[in-house]
């Protein structure tokens, strides 16, 4: 029988499965392991919500987020974002 090995993150942290790192996240201590930023996250989150809902473009929700966390996110990672977390906008044809 083979013992499995397994180290023990502390729960908030969450697997790291690419070599982005992705935006609201940082390096752990822990090797193969992210730990979120929660101030990061609850931007990102406001940011999509008023990008989804159209009240900002992608372009001013970019600005938003690396004027308040420092860090960039192009609008194709928002949108990437935006569509995955809410489903993707649909044109309205006027």
Request: charged residues 25%; aromatic residues 6%; proline residues 5%.
């Amino acid at each position: 029988m083979v013992a499995s090995m397994s180290i023990l993150a502390p729960d908030n942290y969450v697997r790291r499965t690419t070599s982005t790192i992705p935006f609201g996240y940082e390096l752990s201590p822990v090797n193969g392991y992210l730990n979120p930023i929660p101030e990061q996250i609850d931007i990102l989150k406001e940011v999509a919500e008023a990008v989804h809902a159209g009240e900002i473009s992608l372009g001013i929700g970019v600005d938003w987020l690396e004027a308040e966390t420092g860090r960039k996110l192009s609008r194709a990672g928002l949108k990437k974002h935006t569509d995955k977390v809410y489903g993707r906008l649909v044109k309205k044809s006027s």
